[in-house]
């Protein structure tokens, strides 16, 4: 079992943004220190929900500070940037890290970060798939030409080319975030891991990871490809004596970082949408996922792997808010929870 942290770099009200992003660097190092396997970061455009825009220079910063722990964003939002461009960046720390980038791609939403970007809201609605396979194409090919819908170009050199890295992987791992079953379907036909939301519990994740295997094995996956490939789960972890120490911790500060970030979210063509209520979504994400004692936090962790067949983690230990406190969370999570699970 592999577990790592999960870090967006959340403004909590009162907090300033640099406070977020040094809290963030912090976990990520503490991560390492502690026996964590990898750190997970997310992007996110004009909100506090996350105040990190750039999951990839934010893990060239984080690969340069640590030696062993992997780094991988979770994720890189594709309808937002050209996926050449993405390529180029995750070849690079691929090359220069020694193998330990892990590139996390998703669709992201209807925000106005299409606007800005200038990429449209049809780069949201279709053209993901596309995206994708050019971004692929550039990490696994020794040079590559554009003959999409969107992205049209002759053929150019991959510089650097990922192969070149001194590890053994031809290049990075390409990670999907699944949240559908049509975003399952375009992973596993592609035959790429699923990164599976901290807002569904393990039934359903059993149901998304049974279906992926059942779509690549239709998709002309071999049973190795299929049974060797390592989903991620996203989660929330806090860890106390107490499991209602633990709890009444993340109900006082997680709600009002939802409420702030979530409200901040605005849609690109004005189209409504629901936002869930921030303390019931605190008491759903308490009830999911390793909050408690160290003992019930492993046991919650092998459950979940147990029932859904997924190895990695990717833990949201921030949500108290508070640095000293996240990192005690962190350290507890390494040294108090891992050995539990061999």
């Given at each position: 079992?592999?577990?790592?942290?999960?870090?967006?770099?959340?403004?909590?009200?009162?907090?300033?943004?640099?406070?977020?992003?040094?809290?963030?660097?912090?976990?990520?190092?503490?991560?390492?220190?502690?026996?964590?396997?990898?750190?997970?970061?997310?992007?996110?455009?004009?909100?506090?929900?996350?105040?990190?825009?750039?999951?990839?220079?934010?893990?060239?910063?984080?690969?340069?500070?640590?030696?062993?722990?992997?780094?991988?964003?979770?994720?890189?939002?594709?309808?937002?940037?050209?996926?050449?461009?993405?390529?180029?960046?995750?070849?690079?720390?691929?090359?220069?890290?020694?193998?330990?980038?892990?590139?996390?791609?998703?669709?992201?939403?209807?925000?106005?970060?299409?606007?800005?970007?200038?990429?449209?809201?049809?780069?949201?609605?279709?053209?993901?798939?596309?995206?994708?396979?050019?971004?692929?194409?550039?990490?696994?090919?020794?040079?590559?030409?554009?003959?999409?819908?969107?992205?049209?170009?002759?053929?150019?050199?991959?510089?650097?080319?990922?192969?070149?890295?001194?590890?053994?992987?031809?290049?990075?791992?390409?990670?999907?975030?699944?949240?559908?079953?049509?975003?399952?379907?375009?992973?596993?036909?592609?035959?790429?891991?699923?990164?599976?939301?901290?807002?569904?519990?393990?039934?359903?994740?059993?149901?998304m990871v049974s279906l992926w295997r059942q779509l690549a094995?239709?998709?002309?996956?071999?049973?190795?490809?299929?049974?060797?490939?390592?989903?991620?789960?996203?989660?929330?972890?806090?860890?106390?004596?107490?499991?209602?120490?633990?709890?009444?911790?993340?109900?006082?500060?997680?709600?009002?970082?939802?409420?702030?970030?979530?409200?901040?979210?605005?849609?690109?063509d004005g189209r409504a949408r629901a936002m869930r209520d921030?303390?019931?979504?605190?008491?759903?994400?308490?009830?999911?996922?390793?909050?408690?004692?160290?003992?019930?936090?492993?046991?919650?962790?092998?459950?979940?792997?147990?029932?859904?067949?997924?190895?990695?983690?990717?833990?949201?230990?921030?949500?108290?808010?508070?640095?000293?406190?996240?990192?005690?969370?962190?350290?507890?999570?390494?040294?108090?929870?891992?050995?539990?699970?061999?």
């Open positions: 079992m592999h577990v790592g942290s999960f870090v967006l770099a959340a403004q909590f009200p009162g907090q300033g943004q640099g406070e977020a992003l040094h809290r963030a660097v912090r976990t990520a190092e503490v991560a390492e220190e502690s026996g964590l396997d990898a750190v997970w970061l997310a992007e996110h455009h004009f909100v506090p929900y996350g105040t990190c825009p750039s999951a990839v220079t934010l893990a060239a910063l984080l690969l340069g500070r640590t030696s062993r722990i992997r780094v991988g964003t979770a994720v890189s939002v594709l309808p937002t940037v050209h996926p050449v461009s993405l390529g180029e960046q995750a070849a690079l720390l691929h090359v220069t890290s020694g193998g330990r980038f892990t590139l996390g791609v998703g669709r992201g939403g209807p925000w106005v970060d299409l606007e800005v970007f200038g990429s449209g809201l049809e780069a949201y609605e279709k053209g993901f798939p596309e995206s994708l396979d050019l971004l692929v194409r550039w990490l696994r090919e020794p040079s590559v030409e554009g003959r999409g819908e969107r992205f049209r170009f002759r053929e150019v050199p991959v510089v650097p080319r990922p192969s070149e890295a001194l590890s053994c992987s031809p290049g990075p791992e390409v990670v999907v975030a699944c949240t559908s079953p049509a975003s399952v379907r375009l992973a596993a036909e592609r035959g790429l891991p699923m990164l599976l939301g901290m807002h569904v519990g393990d039934e359903e994740k059993a149901e094995r239709v998709a002309g996956r071999s049973t190795d490809e299929i049974l060797g490939a390592a989903h991620v789960s996203a989660g929330v972890c806090q860890i106390a004596d107490r499991r209602t120490d633990a709890v009444e911790t993340l109900l006082k500060a997680m709600p009002g970082w939802l409420r702030q970030g979530l409200e901040a979210h605005v849609t690109v921030p303390l019931a979504y605190t008491e759903l994400l308490c009830g999911l996922h390793p909050v408690g004692t160290p003992r019930l936090c492993a046991d919650r962790l092998a459950a979940t792997s147990e029932r859904t067949g997924i190895s990695r983690f990717a833990l949201l230990v921030e949500g108290s808010g508070d640095l000293a406190a996240t990192e005690e969370n962190v350290h507890r999570l390494g040294t108090e929870v891992l050995p539990h699970l061999g």
